[in-house]
């Protein structure tokens, strides 16, 4: 049986918080709550999944599983009747959340603003869905079904902040010098982005006291939000800002994490010393010098003036981690956090059981003593006290479903096919879940999967080179560079200003022995895209493939000024390094590359490359079956192991166990080349 | 004339083109504009009304179908207006569920098209189709007779003859059996 380290759990979501922006914030005594948690508890980065969308982000937060098994791909998804598209809804998940687990285990949580969770689903405890904080927006009264209980209705009612209301003075605190004029959007923007905030701590707040819980979980979007909208006017100012933007929203940002600040010195007196508090975002913010400009990745000659209108573009794909409380480790950072995690760490704190089929693993690093975790398959199974909604008409529940059989009534001539701007959009929202599922396959190498995905999107959308490009990295991946090489010469002549395509036709170039090609093409890219990490790393990732590991290494310290938190330079930093005999470096760079992303198996393996160099046999053991989980379809990892116990630590058993199993996995891939042996 | 509309409604392949050969020949005009030829998933034609497929934007046909037979599948039938101005007797036509799948397959398949995956098809429709009869029962503007296909082409007397009173009597049940063919029968239950 699990021994429950905590009797309460309050989880506490910031969208987009990044540490670059709060560290100095923190030094200079602007966060004093934040700083206490840290210093009383255990904090680090948090490594996010792919694609970094918040909507599946945060239900992998709340199931434990990524988005090919939560269900939720995006922002939207197709009314059932076909007629436009609505917020992805509760009904959508299609696993159950920590809530439902709790509700089984006749625990109560309360629930604030969580994404995808409206209707409110009839746990033990209270919901308020994230249908609630769009109630800021407008004057109407709020549907009840976002709320359970029911009747929670009339108190939301008052606590309700609505932006109408707001004066331009009671907007003071986040300019702080210099108001904007009253009728500015940015100023009325940001009215609503805090009305939708400042609506949603008042009603978690009051649940918090009006109700009993062992679980809390609070979600406030407005760093993200106001990120978007501001971050361009932060310091250092940009060349686009005029000097009067500057001066006027030059504090916008850092207010907003102040302001998050204070929210967070009202749950610390909540929670109360007995509660575990865990904080955390589903993903970093590109700040300062990393912010993206405008037209990035294209390698037109003229570039607009600005930032990129591309949001997903300003999302770092590391987030902020910061645990605290009773048995939690004081002062102590840590290492290789996933958002995957965060599930199965509070059912273990909890005592509750954690189940096997979910992605992440309990973080037991963050306790002062060992948790006893009681594992359990799964608790997928119906229970009738889980509150999750079955009685929903199966439309309801697989809209996605829905609009596959009206698709097949116009195809038989039966109705209409929808046409206007609520077709589009519908088929904008199906096309963009592919792509996001694909993404999701790609990251956990099931790249046969993400291809046979891609492919079909190719055929729909032949002049999006997105799809082509990510097409190809997936061949490279599992060494089809033939079929590879016909479509990227393909996208560079239909898109030659397309920086991901010129890359990737420079890798392919490599691969099929065309260095100074290669070279060409990249120092092209590189003059045009000097700020973009990512052209660089693939000019690093050039130099290892050719043995260039001074030039290599050179080149990845590059990339570490422009972003410090970037996985990949670290990681092929680490490569350089090994070749360079700089092995206790190389450990280092590697570990630093899988604290900030820990769910890429290829940077595990380069670790247990390194740890072998530096005799350190366990750890790499510990490397190499790491990797093994994380792409269980790559026979490399057995590879390695299957090389230690019959090599290092004679062990003829696993030698044979690993040396099969790569190569079933060899067979089942059926190419020559495992795609791990470039070692970047 | 009548002052209400006969709808044929159901899933599609479900037998409804039938029903409204029967009532058409039974002496109950149908609404059709023949703009759908017949083809050889329909040998007798479809019997359609092409603003039909518009009920969701477009209801002024509406007045042209009182007194007369016109057919709207299952997924259309909540978009008729519901405050009084129409009265509505509707024909809901049954199938099992694996020969309309594969019906449809069949006629997909004969314009080059692919069925979408049968078993979420079966799941939505058979939601649907109750939810279309639970609606169907809840409006005091609308009427309706459940009729089982292989009822038609089994008892075709006995139906037409149900119909008709359904509908208020005065169509020539005689000739309403005669139109069932059950040589046109083609995805039977083995399929």
């Known amino acids: ?680 | 004339m009548l002052d209400f509309i006969t709808i044929v409604s159901g899933l599609p392949r479900s037998g409804t083109s039938l029903m409204m050969q029967m009532l058409s020949a039974g002496g109950l005009p149908a609404l059709t504009d023949d703009l759908r030829q017949a083809d050889e998933s329909n040998p007798r034609g479809y019997f359609e009304f092409e603003p039909v497929k518009r009920l969701r934007t477009d209801r002024g046909w509406l007045d042209q179908a009182r007194g007369r037979a016109v057919k709207i599948i299952h997924v259309l039938l909540r978009e008729l207006p519901t405050n009084g101005t129409y009265q509505y007797r509707v024909i809901l036509m049954k199938r099992p569920m694996e020969e309309i799948l594969a019906s449809q397959r069949a006629m997909l398949k004969r314009q080059g098209k692919p069925s979408a995956d049968e078993a979420m098809l079966a799941k939505i429709y058979t939601s649907q189709f109750a939810q279309v009869e639970e609606w169907l029962g809840a409006q005091p503007t609308f009427l309706f007779l459940p009729v089982e296909y292989h009822d038609v082409l089994k008892e075709p007397r006995e139906v037409a003859a149900k119909i008709d009173a359904f509908l208020g009597g005065g169509l020539d049940v005689g000739v309403m059996v005669q139109a069932v063919d059950p040589t046109l029968h083609h995805q039977r239950n083995t399929t």
Not at chain 1, 601 to 618: E, F, K
Request: charged content about 25%.
């Open chain 1, 1 to 680: 049986m699990t021994r429950a380290l905590t009797k309460r759990v309050l989880l506490i979501g910031w969208d987009a918080a990044d540490w670059p922006l709060l560290r100095p914030l923190l030094d200079a005594g602007k966060m004093p709550n934040l700083l206490r948690l840290i210093e009383e508890g255990t904090s680090g980065q948090i490594s996010t999944l792919r694609p970094i969308l918040s909507p599946m982000l945060w239900n992998s937060i709340a199931t434990g599983k990524r988005g090919d098994k939560h269900g939720i791909l995006g922002f939207v998804e197709p009314t059932p009747d076909g007629k436009g598209v609505r917020p992805v809804t509760s009904h959508s998940r299609k696993v159950k959340a920590l809530w439902n687990l709790l509700s089984q285990h006749d625990r109560r949580s309360v629930v604030v603003n969580w994404f995808a969770s409206h209707p409110a689903e009839p746990v033990a405890g209270a919901i308020v869905s994230n249908r609630y904080s769009e109630a800021a927006l407008h004057t109407a009264p709020v549907d009840e079904s976002a709320f359970h209980p029911r009747d929670l209705t009339e108190v939301m009612e008052k606590l309700r902040l609505q932006a109408s209301t707001l004066t331009p003075a009671q907007m003071l605190p986040f300019f702080l010098e210099k108001l904007p004029v009253d009728d500015d959007p940015r100023l009325q923007a940001l009215a609503r982005v805090y009305a939708q905030c400042a609506s949603v701590h008042n009603a978690a707040t009051y649940l918090a006291e009006a109700e009993e819980w062992d679980f809390l979980a609070v979600y406030y979007d407005m760093i993200d939000h106001v990120g978007h909208g501001f971050a361009q006017f932060e310091p250092p100012q940009m060349r686009h800002v005029s000097d009067e933007d500057f001066k006027v929203f030059r504090h916008v940002m850092e207010s907003t994490y102040r302001y998050h600040d204070l929210m967070l010195g009202r749950w610390m007196e909540l929670a109360g010393e007995d509660c575990i508090i865990i904080l955390l975002s589903d993903h970093g913010f590109y700040h300062g010098e990393a912010r993206p400009l405008a037209n990035r990745g294209h390698l037109s000659g003229e570039r607009e003036p600005g930032v990129t209108q591309d949001p997903l573009a300003w999302h770092r794909p590391n987030g902020i981690f910061v645990a605290h409380g009773p048995g939690i480790k004081k002062d102590q950072l840590i290492h290789g956090a996933s958002l995957l995690d965060v599930a199965p760490t509070i059912l273990a704190l909890l005592g509750l059981p954690v189940p096997r089929d979910m992605d992440g693993s309990v973080l037991e690093q963050v306790t002062q003593s060992p948790l006893k975790i009681d594992y359990i398959a799964s608790l997928e199974e119906p229970h009738p006290r889980d509150g999750v909604h079955r009685d929903a008409p199966i439309e309801e529940k697989d809209p996605w479903a829905a609009q596959q059989t009206l698709q097949q009534l116009a195809e038989l001539g039966y109705i209409d096919a929808p046409d206007g701007d609520a077709a589009k959009l519908v088929a904008k929202c199906v096309e963009e879940r592919e792509s996001h599922l694909a993404q999701v396959y790609f990251s956990t190498a099931r790249f046969e999967e993400a291809l046979s995905i891609l492919t079909r999107l190719t055929a729909q959308q032949a002049t999006n080179p997105s799809y082509s490009c990510r097409q190809v990295m997936c061949l490279l991946a599992i060494n089809r560079v033939d079929e590879a090489a016909e479509i990227i010469a393909e996208v560079v002549k239909s898109a030659p200003h397309y920086a991901l395509g010129q890359l990737l036709f420079a890798q392919v170039e490599l691969m099929k022995g065309n260095v100074e090609s290669a070279n060409a093409i990249l120092s092209r890219v590189k003059e045009a895209e000097a700020h973009m990490p990512l052209v660089h790393l693939e000019v690093a990732m050039t130099s290892i493939r050719q043995g260039q590991w001074e030039a290599a290494a050179d080149t990845c310290r590059r990339i570490l000024e422009i972003d410090p938190d970037s996985a990949g330079a670290h990681d092929s930093l680490g490569v350089a390094l090994r070749h360079l005999g700089r092995y206790e470096d190389a450990v280092y760079e590697h570990m630093r590359a899988a604290s900030l992303q820990h769910d890429r198996a290829q940077t595990h393996v380069n670790l247990g490359l390194s740890l072998i160099r530096t005799q350190q046999i366990n750890w790499a053991i510990r490397a190499f079956g790491v990797a093994a989980e994380l792409a269980p379809n790559e026979p490399y990892p057995h590879r390695c192991l299957a090389r230690i116990y019959r090599r290092i630590l004679p062990d003829r058993d696993k030698a044979r166990h690993h040396l099969l199993r790569a190569r079933e996995l060899r067979r089942k891939l059926g190419r020559t080349v495992p795609s791990f042996r470039h070692g970047v």
